[in-house]
Nanobody, 123 residues
């Protein structure tokens, strides 16, 4: 599975962005998918994840109520809708594909990683 993330950019605090992650490969629809982020000088951290049919979703506490993860298996794409953005959301955002259909919150559950897309939130 190859993953291509897009949709990042520069936005003012309080604004919104929608990230997309397009996947190639036949296993996408049977894989749990996740979004992680890494800010400068910090470790990569979990943001959100979704199970293969979208029935199970997890969010990090820091984004709960502001971010929404979704997927369209017909389009082999997973999305991250980000609202009420804060300067502390500034990071490179990575999408990840898991080897199992479940949603997961740890990096070790994911075998496939996109190249990352930069999100910068200015105050």
């Amino acid at each position: 599975v190859q993953l291509q993330a897009s949709g990042g950019g520069l936005v003012l605090a309080g604004g919104s962005l929608r990230l997309s992650c397009a996947a190639s490969g036949r296993t996408f629809s049977s894989s749990g998918m996740g979004w992680f982020r890494q800010a400068p000088g910090k470790e990569r951290e979990f943001v959100a994840s979704i199970s293969w049919r979208g029935g199970i979703i997890y969010y990090a506490d820091s984004v709960k109520g502001r971010f929404t993860i979704s997927r369209d298996n017909a389009k082999n794409t997973v999305y991250l809708e980000m609202n009420s953005l804060k300067p502390e959301d500034t990071a490179v955002y990575y999408c990840a594909g898991g080897r199992l259909p479940q949603a997961a919150q740890i990096m070790g559950a994911y075998d496939y990683w996109g190249q990352g897309t930069q999100v910068t939130v200015s105050s």
